[in-house]
């Protein structure tokens, strides 16, 4: 309920980012959210494209309406893409947003700070879920982590498709069939996935970290932990992310890299770094050392890429070997994508809800470490540091 006694209307437009399927609620979250106290608005079509009709909306408890009433009404609009994460698209919306209305989806605010301050300026509090600290309380509610898995995944099916090999080793009466090769470049949430994906389909899978304690996460799964003779001492951050290094951590990295990316069928690279263009870890040098047909899969790609030479958006060859540049993967597999991104955000709407109403507790680290602008000006750190205010 709101101060004045009246539900907190949430509100679920359709996304409108080109080519993206996924929706920031589903059906089965809806009767959580109105238990907190709010009513569901849904705009018609919005779930369309992730396998969900409006019939399954309602059926839940949701009110299906159009795109003009979603943002006229609502107290809070629920969405996968924000304007900064939706730039071009997104422009479309930026006059109907209210003064005081809440928004809760995908920023992109470290890497477009300027279209999260531009969308700031409409009075609305803007929350980017990018921004989640990694607590333990907060796991619940990690997007990233949500999507990297759909990413993982999807990686290994992309490489897959595209190898003139199989995964598995096949013992036939037409003879032995080795199995494929895979390089896995930063085990993080979706590399940990790539390196599950890629062993259940048979492959022989190795990975490589420069955070070192990740080594035994990797050799839980099966997989070999690739040793490099590098100074790793500040390699991760007080979150347990990697950090951006120096060039000349990398040059060495590369050096010793090369051997292992030759011997492999498939490198899937997954090194990317909030807001900073990816570090390259696969040079031209390293793709021509590779068989023809390999396939490179480099989920960076949307960050400049990992691969040296990964066209963004494309699959290209060179060198006779196969680099994808995928955008957006988690969209390609849009209703388990919609189904984890859902119970993400909804999660942390319950956070934001306190006897029906909603409660912004800046003594909650969840609330003020997301919170990037709120009565129209930014008030995240991190955000105003990179506007250089």
Do not use: W
Not at 204 to 229: C, H, N, T
Not at 267 to 280: H, L, R, S
Not at 358 to 371: S, V
């Amino acid at each position: 309920m709101t101060e004045q006694g009246k539900p907190i209307i949430v509100g679920v437009p359709k996304e409108t980012f080109p080519g993206e399927r996924r929706v920031a609620l589903v059906p089965d979250v809806v009767p959580a959210v109105i238990k907190a106290g709010a009513e569901v608005l849904v705009e018609t079509g919005a779930g369309v494209e992730a396998g969900i009709t409006d019939e399954h909306f309602t059926q839940k408890g949701a009110k299906i309406v159009g795109r003009d009433e979603i943002f006229a009404k609502s107290d809070v609009v629920f969405q996968v893409r924000t304007h900064g994460a939706n730039p071009e698209a997104g422009k479309a919306d930026l006059g109907k947003f209210r003064q005081g209305q809440i928004v809760i989806g995908f920023t992109e605010s470290l890497g477009e700070p300027a279209l999260s301050k531009e969308l700031g300026e409409k009075g609305v509090t803007l929350f980017s879920l990018e921004l989640l600290p990694r607590i333990t309380r907060a796991q619940s509610m990690d997007v990233l982590s949500s999507m990297a898995t759909i990413a993982g995944y999807k990686a290994v099916l992309f490489a897959a498709d595209v190898l003139p090999k199989i995964f598995p080793m096949f013992m036939t009466a037409a003879g032995t069939i080795a199995p494929a090769r895979v390089f896995i470049v930063g085990v993080g949430v979706a590399g940990l996935q790539a390196i599950a994906t890629a062993k259940r389909l048979g492959a022989v899978v190795s990975a490589y970290d420069i955070r070192p304690a990740v080594k035994d996460q990797v050799k839980s799964l099966g997989a070999k932990f690739v040793e490099m003779d590098l100074d790793t001492g500040e390699a991760e951050d007080s979150g347990g992310y990697a950090k951006a290094m120096d060039e000349e951590f990398y040059r060495k990295q590369r050096e010793m890299m090369m051997k292992v990316v030759a011997e492999s069928d498939v490198v899937i690279t997954t090194a990317a770094v909030p807001g900073k263009k990816a570090p390259i870890l696969v040079t031209e040098e390293m793709v021509k050392g590779m068989s023809p047909g390999s396939v490179v899969v480099d989920l960076a790609a949307e960050r400049g890429g990992n691969c040296e030479l990964t066209s963004p958006g494309e699959t290209v060859q060179v060198h006779g070997v196969n680099i994808m540049g995928p955008f957006n993967v988690p969209s390609t597999v849009p209703f388990h994508a919609s189904q984890m991104y859902a119970k993400n955000i909804t999660t942390f709407f319950q956070n934001l809800v306190k006897e029906g109403a909603i409660d912004l507790n800046m003594e909650d680290e969840i609330i003020a470490d997301t919170m990037v602008a709120k009565g129209g000006e930014v008030v995240s750190a991190r955000v105003k540091e990179l506007l250089g205010a």
